[in-house]
């Protein structure tokens, strides 16, 4: 909350002190000076910081950050500002913005294991939102009363404070052992398979997640663009902190957006409607947006209100459906592949983008589209590049399909990537993969099952009865996780099975899911062999209301057994 409520802070000043002074064309050349700066500078920052502890390293970038917003606001509050420190604030929040936020990450991931992460990372991440809730309104709200300046040192307060706090959770750290490096086999085919650049080229399916995001980035900065232009001449003339309070504002409903999205639940539109509905769900609203900004006059809008309903739909959707749809697109994706191509796609392609964008915005300003009575026309250029988009989109569904198949048969898909839920194309997949003849193949499927509401699981009776022993445990541990009691008359026929894992499980889920009082279920199944009967036993005596009667059962098993020793 703190680390991105800081940022959004920053984000408000840096955008109306820059568009007081100068336009966005300008902007456009930081768009691609950034393209070409920020690989650099990320790959410098990790060299230089390599072996440092996460606590320190945080503490001091944050402190770093904090020192220069407040040099940044002795040089604002100079009789006469330099020119250049627009551009040097602009340029420099761009990059510590990639660092605080991925830094916070990482901490998480030292103080989760996968199993809580998986548990506590939505509620961990429901932080950012609120955090772009208070450092959007709170900039709206006080942009007046200490000025747009003044702000910056609010920012580096929150940095400071976040500091602090990453102090007070370090020593609750995991402490991991040392992990060896794999197999030699693995090794080496990691080493084949190239960088994150030759990874995209190899792999048709990730160079289609790459193109996906490459479109992404370019409508939706054009966009914001020319939404800036929009701002930047409805506020000509009036004082910097009404369009500092009005950029607060409309961050904090973006905000509000994305934790109406969430309330909602994402996971839930995800498994209904699948990935493909996910992914469409952004350009097409902003194709929506984008016709009612080209055609605001027969709307009876002005340009910022239509452009500014599309802002607020493309924040809600973004953080909310759109990133875990793209999430959810690397599923099929191997680890060791997915590990190189989504660190090359998710910094190099979506900078890429962005100075790509940076051109295309001076080429619309030099034909004359970005002046203010035509800057709606530029409309006709997004919604060329989110038509685009919607096609790669509409491509990428049957793509998506086909690579989770062939990772399902492979079992090479990164469970790490089901903290979203599994979506409506993959469960039928997965459903398929039930009925495989190869039993290794159904087991897997049946571990991926695990991040599916018990209500949304298929059919499982007849994997209760499957030849292999392996399969039935993996079904026997599903259920007892969900707690589904609807599989108790096939799972106590387990009771009887000559694998010992098998009937171990049985019992620990006959257990779990035992209903109050007399379990008649367990008494019928008891009434004829002894070991069904020990068995039974010892289901009830982990139900402390039925120890005595559980005692009494051993009791009777042991007397059964010793006169018939064949069963024993």
């Avoid at 079992?411 to 039930?434: F, K, M, N, P, T």
Wanted: glycine content about 8%; overall charge positive.
């Amino acid at each position: 909350m703190l680390v991105v409520g800081s940022y959004t802070v920053v984000k408000a000043v840096r955008d109306s002190v820059f568009l007081k002074d100068y336009g966005v064309t300008e902007l456009s050349f930081i768009a691609i000076g950034m393209a070409l700066l920020t690989g650099f500078v990320v790959t410098l920052y990790l060299r230089t910081t390599g072996g440092i502890a996460r606590n320190v390293l945080i503490s001091a970038t944050n402190t770093v950050i904090a020192a220069s917003l407040v040099v940044v606001w002795l040089l604002l509050g100079a009789e006469r500002p330099a020119k250049w420190v627009p551009w040097a604030l602009y340029v420099w929040s761009s990059i510590f913005g990639v660092f605080t936020v991925s830094q916070f990450w990482l901490l998480a991931n030292d103080l989760f294991d996968p199993r809580e992460a998986k548990r506590l990372f939505g509620f961990v991440g429901a932080g950012a939102i609120l955090g772009g809730m208070l450092g959007g309104f709170s900039a709206g709200a006080l942009a007046k009363l200490v000025d747009t300046r003044g702000l910056l040192l609010i920012a580096g307060g929150m940095l400071l404070l976040a500091a602090g706090l990453t102090n007070v959770v370090w020593p609750r750290r995991r402490v991991e052992g040392s992990l060896a490096g794999g197999s030699a086999s693995r090794r080496a085919a990691a080493a084949s398979d190239g960088g994150g650049f030759a990874v995209v080229r190899k792999h048709p399916y990730v160079r289609l997640i790459a193109l996906a995001l490459l479109l992404s980035t370019l409508a939706t900065t054009l966009l914001d663009y020319q939404f800036k232009n929009i701002v930047k001449a409805h506020f000509a003339g009036r004082p910097n902190h009404e369009m500092t309070a009005f950029f607060g504002a409309l961050f904090g409903y973006l905000s509000l957006a994305s934790l109406a999205l969430q309330t909602l639940g994402t996971g839930a539109i995800l498994r209904r409607f699948g990935i493909a509905v996910g992914l469409l769900m952004l350009p097409v609203s902003l194709a929506l947006g984008s016709m009612g900004l080209l055609f605001h006059q027969l709307l009876a809008l002005t340009p910022l209100a239509a452009v500014s309903s599309a802002k607020v739909a493309e924040g809600g959707l973004r953080f909310a459906i759109d990133k875990a749809s793209m999430e959810l697109m690397w599923l099929p994706v191997p680890s060791r592949i997915k590990d190189k191509g989504k660190s090359f796609v998710d910094t190099v392609i979506d900078r890429f983008g962005t100075g790509l964008t940076g051109l295309c915005w001076l080429l619309l300003a030099v034909s004359g589209l970005t002046v203010p009575s035509r800057i709606h026309l530029v409309s006709i250029v997004v919604l060329s590049a989110l038509g685009l988009w919607i096609i790669v989109l509409l491509g990428a569904r049957r793509a998506y399909v086909d690579a989770l198949r062939a990772s399902l048969v492979s079992r090479a898909i990164d469970a790490r990537l089901l903290s979203h839920g599994i979506d409506a194309a993959a469960q039928r997949v997965i459903a398929q993969a039930l009925t495989s003849k190869d039993p290794r193949e159904v087991t897997f499927a049946l571990h991926l099952l695990r991040e599916t509401p018990p209500a949304k699981l298929p059919d499982l009776a007849a994997l209760l009865a499957h030849a292999d022993s392996e399969v039935r445990c993996e079904t026997l541990r599903l259920l007892s996780e969900c707690g589904d009691q609807r599989y108790r008359a096939q799972a106590a026929d387990c009771l009887s099975e000559p694998s010992v894992d098998v009937q171990r499980l049985a019992i620990s889920y006959l257990q779990q899911t035992a209903p109050l009082g007399e379990d008649e279920l367990l008494s019928r199944v008891a009434a004829d062999d002894p070991r069904t009967a020990f068995a039974c036993a010892v289901v009830a005596l982990a139900r402390p209301a039925a120890t005595l009667e559980a005692a009494d059962r051993i009791r009777r098993s042991c007397a059964r057994s010793s006169r018939s020793p064949a069963s024993s």
